[in-house]
C-alpha cells in the first residue's frame, strides 16, 4: 500500500530555530519526518531547505546533511567505536568527547575494553538508556545542521530524557531542531509549536500563545498531558 502525503500548508524556519512537531497519534507527525528524508514522497507540495527543493537532490546528499536520533534506537553488532564512527572519520578524542556530552563516560571508563567493548546484536548487553545516548553520541560526531528527534526520548526514564534534551540546547545550540515530541514538556521552550491534525499543520505558533488560547488543540493537549 502507498503510503498518501500532502503537504497543504506552508512555514518556513529559520536557522538555529527549535520547532516541535506536537499531534495525537496518526496525526502525522511522523509522516512529515519521512518526508524531509524522502522515505516517502508528497504527492503535492515541496519541502525547501535553503530554497532548494529536496526533491531535485540525490538521496544520499540529502540525507548526508541531515541527523535524526530515532525513538527506537539503532545500534551494530560491533565494538563502541564502530558504533560511532563506523567509518572511522573522527579521532579518539572526538570519540571520548562525544560521549562525555552524551553523558555515557562514567560506563564507558567502568568497561574494560573501553571503546573496544563488543555490544551484542540488538544492544541487548545495553540498557535503553544507554542506546539511546550512544544514538546521541553519533549525532554529537555527524553535527548536521539539521537534527530530527523522533520521539528520541519516548522509550527513556525522565533523568535521562532530561539529561539528553540538555545535551541537545546545549551542543545543537547552532542547528534547526525538529522535535517530534512524545512528552510536551520537552518542547514547552522551543521558537515555535506545530500541531498536527488529520495529515495537516493545524496550529503553528509560539508555544506560549497557543497556551494563553484554551481553544487551541495545543492547549487541550497539554491538559490532557497534566501540564495545565
Not at 497519534?25 to 515541496?46: C, H, I, N, Q, Y
Not at 548526508?64 to 530515532?70: E, L, Q
Not at 579521532?91 to 551484542?120: C, P
Not at 534547526?176 to 493545524?202: E, P, Q
Request: hydrophobic share 40%.
Amino acid at each position: 500500500m502507498t503510503q498518501r502525503l500532502l503537504l497543504s500548508h506552508e512555514f518556513s524556519t529559520t536557522a538555529n530555530g527549535q520547532v516541535g512537531l506536537v499531534g495525537r497519534t496518526g496525526a502525522g507527525k511522523s509522516s512529515l519526518a519521512l518526508a524531509l528524508f524522502r522515505v516517502v514522497e508528497p504527492e503535492d507540495g515541496t519541502i525547501l531547505i535553503d530554497g532548494i527543493d529536496i526533491s531535485m537532490l540525490g538521496l544520499h546528499d540529502l540525507r548526508s546533511k541531515i541527523t535524526i536520533i530515532p525513538q527506537d534506537p539503532v545500534v551494530f553488532s560491533g565494538s563502541l567505536r564502530l558504533n560511532l564512527d563506523p567509518f572511522e572519520e573522527h579521532s579518539d578524542e572526538d570519540l571520548w568527547r562525544a560521549i562525555d556530552h552524551a553523558h555515557l563516560k562514567t560506563f564507558v571508563h567502568s568497561l574494560q575494553a573501553g571503546l573496544d567493548y563488543e555490544v551484542i546484536e540488538g544492544g541487548e548487553n545495553l540498557s535503553v538508556g544507554q542506546r539511546q545516548q550512544l544514538c546521541l553520541a553519533r549525532a554529537l560526531l555527524k553535527k548536521t545542521k539539521i537534527l530530527v528527534l523522533d520521539e528520541a526520548t519516548a522509550a527513556v526514564d525522565l533523568e535521562t530524557d532530561k539529561l539528553i534534551q540538555n545535551t541537545i540546547r546545549q551542543e545543537f545550540w547552532d542547528c534547526t531542531v525538529i522535535t517530534i515530541a512524545h512528552r510536551l514538556y520537552t518542547v514547552l521552550d522551543y521558537d515555535r509549536i506545530l500541531v498536527m491534525d488529520h495529515g495537516k499543520i493545524a496550529e503553528d505558533g509560539k508555544p506560549e500563545t497557543l497556551l494563553e488560547n484554551p481553544l487551541s488543540l495545543f492547549y487541550q493537549l497539554a491538559v490532557s498531558a497534566g501540564l495545565l
